[in-house]
């Protein structure tokens, strides 16, 4: 790890030190993780997979509200760090592509940006997935699960930001589509087993909803 990285790592873990919702510090170092792990298998630019990865959250909506379209902290921050401006600017426009935003049909141009995309994607399937989806929706209010609550496909950013549905309507709404937008080989050979994984919770979840366990 250069200086520049783990003076990222420091002011991210210092950034989102107080967020609880799952877009927390951690999850970000999970995203460099598994980015940086891909990137590797790639061959892709691995610096620039790790400051797309690590700054992805910085201005995020769920974590700075409105203000999320200026992406102001992750600039200041390259800025501080003698990151020329090219650099910034590409830095900038692939983190406003990470997202799912409700479609999940935003694609970054880079290979770097299309693994951290892969990667953040992959950290929202699986055990670590589900964990994050209730942490998320219990900040929020939204109740675990209803059946009289219908399952939504969402044609906006502002339709998806503002769902008022379930947590586990979230997993049809977001988790499930997941598989099929991957971008990169090595991203869809991690994916598939945590894909399977949501399809057996979900199982086992219906099945103690009923009372059948």
């Known amino acids: 790890m250069n200086d520049l990285i783990g003076n990222t790592?420091?002011?991210?873990?210092?950034?989102?030190?107080?967020?609880?919702?799952?877009?927390?510090?951690?999850?970000?170092?999970?995203?460099?993780?598994?980015?940086?792990?891909?990137?590797?298998?790639?061959?892709?630019?691995?610096?620039?997979?790790?400051?797309?990865?690590?700054?992805?959250?910085?201005?995020?909506?769920?974590?700075?509200?409105?203000?999320?379209?200026?992406?102001?902290?992750?600039?200041?921050?390259?800025?501080?760090?003698?990151?020329?401006?090219?650099?910034?600017?590409?830095?900038?426009?692939?983190?406003?592509?990470?997202?799912?935003?409700?479609?999940?049909?935003?694609?970054?141009?880079?290979?770097?940006?299309?693994?951290?995309?892969?990667?953040?994607?992959?950290?929202?399937?699986?055990?670590m997935g589900i964990a994050r989806t209730f942490a998320y929706g219990g900040t929020i209010g939204r109740t675990i699960y209803s059946p009289e609550i219908k399952i939504r496909d969402f044609v906006s950013e502002k339709d998806y930001h503002n769902n008022s549905g379930t947590s586990i309507g979230h997993f049809y709404e977001k988790l499930l589509k997941i598989l099929d937008l991957i971008n990169t080989e090595e991203a869809k050979k991690i994916a598939i087993h945590r894909h399977n994984f949501l399809l057996q919770y979900l199982d086992e979840f219906f099945e103690e909803w009923d009372g059948k366990k």
């Open 9 to 127: 790592v420091e002011f991210v873990k210092e950034f989102l030190k107080d967020n609880y919702s799952g877009h927390d510090y951690y999850h970000t170092l999970r995203v460099y993780k598994i980015a940086t792990k891909i990137a590797e298998k790639e061959n892709a630019d691995i610096e620039l997979t790790s400051l797309i990865a690590l700054l992805h959250e910085i201005d995020d909506f769920k974590v700075v509200g409105k203000d999320s379209i200026l992406l102001k902290n992750t600039k200041l921050f390259l800025n501080n760090n003698n990151i020329n401006q090219e650099k910034i600017n590409l830095i900038c426009d692939e983190i406003t592509k990470i997202s799912f935003k409700g479609s999940g049909i935003s694609i970054p141009k880079t290979l770097e940006g299309k693994i951290v995309q892969d990667a953040d994607r992959i950290d929202a399937m699986g055990a």
